[in-house]
């Protein structure tokens, strides 16, 4: 059988045929198909991205606690404020102001803290007794007050100043419900609490519990003392002093009904003779909205000023039966024993 040869393709034809098989009406389409996919690609990444979000939120809210909580009712205020003042004594024979202030006020360290060593510190001391401490006779009569006293209050919190700056949290990419995060009040916070309609007060507290505005608190605190030169332990309430305004260091802390077992306890209130002495004095108003929240029995009328002894225990302030306790009586400014 002959053997049959095909002849090479030129140039022009393999050009030609190249040409040939190029889709000509596929490229003439594609500027439409691109006129038509970008709008369409962006279109569907934002409404992807809108229901991504709303899936999201949806996931949180269904997780999250209710909507329709039921907010728990705040305490009402006092209707009666602390009131800071004094009782009277009368000197025996062999009485002297050491001795007084150790059996009378439980003052173990009086001799330290009014010492003939520091002069000014017995002259303060004088100011406040009325009497000359060198110089006491049978019959005088003293006005003995409480060594650091601590009060009892309730109230709600208006705003909060803390001590350490709040971190600063990353903006989230995706949007998601955001609570607001409350102040990190565990190196110190200052609260401006309502403790009346018309008092406020700033408590001075160190906590590591959640607060936030609009939150009740519960304290005992150390009462703002009476400032005295070149003497910074002075132990004596102002009792010129008023308490709208005053700065309070906060012990014993609750929020709302959380109490914070690990805040600062009143012995560890600097200036304070709690240890030594075995216990403290609190001046406090009887009532469910101001001492009957600590269930003391005193069982005395709501709205009674009092000056009570509390003593220390297992490192807890309780009252037991026969601590000192006194009234105050409107009529002669001065508490008198019950």
Not at 36 to 52: E, K, Q, S, T, V
Not at 223 to 231: D, G, H, L, T
Not at 283 to 300: E, I, K, Q, R
Request: glycine share 6%; aromatic share 8%; hydrophobic share 45%.
């Amino acid at each position: 059988m002959a053997r049959q040869f095909r002849p090479r393709s030129t140039a022009r034809e393999n050009l030609h045929a190249v040409i040939v098989a190029i889709p000509w009406k596929l490229l003439l389409l594609l500027p439409v198909l691109i006129a038509f996919a970008i709008p369409a690609y962006l279109f569907g990444a934002r409404i992807g991205h809108n229901a991504l979000s709303a899936l999201t939120q949806l996931v949180y809210t269904a997780s999250g606690p209710p909507a329709t909580a039921t907010a728990t009712p705040l305490p009402s205020f006092a209707t009666q404020l602390p009131q800071v003042g004094s009782f009277l004594y009368t000197v025996k024979s062999g009485d002297s102001c050491d001795s007084i202030l150790t059996t009378q006020m439980h003052s173990a360290d009086a001799g330290t803290i009014f010492s003939d060593a520091r002069p000014e510190t017995v002259r303060a001391l004088d100011a406040a007794l009325g009497q000359d401490c060198h110089a006491l006779q049978p019959g005088m009569v003293l006005a003995l007050s409480p060594q650091y006293p601590l009060l009892a209050l309730g109230g709600v919190v208006l705003k909060i100043e803390a001590a350490t700056p709040q971190q600063v949290v990353p903006t989230p990419l995706i949007a998601v419900p955001t609570q607001e995060l409350a102040p990190d009040c565990s190196g110190g916070c200052s609260l401006l609490v309502r403790i009346a309609p018309q008092v406020q007060v700033h408590l001075l507290v160190q906590t590591t519990l959640a607060i936030q505005v609009g939150a009740w608190v519960w304290a005992q605190a150390a009462m703002a003392r009476k400032p005295v030169a070149n003497f910074n332990t002075y132990p004596y309430a102002d009792p010129t002093a008023v308490l709208n305004g005053m700065a309070l260091r906060a012990c014993d802390f609750q929020v709302n009904n959380i109490h914070d077992s690990n805040a600062l306890s009143c012995d560890q209130l600097l200036p304070n003779t709690i240890d030594d002495d075995g216990g403290s004095w609190m001046f406090a108003v009887t009532g469910a909205s101001a001492l009957d929240h600590w269930h003391y029995p005193l069982h005395l009328p709501a709205g009674t000023h009092i000056l009570v002894w509390l003593s220390m225990q297992n490192g807890n302030l309780t009252f037991k039966n026969g601590n000192p306790l006194y009234r105050y009586d409107d009529a002669s400014h001065l508490y008198v024993k019950i």
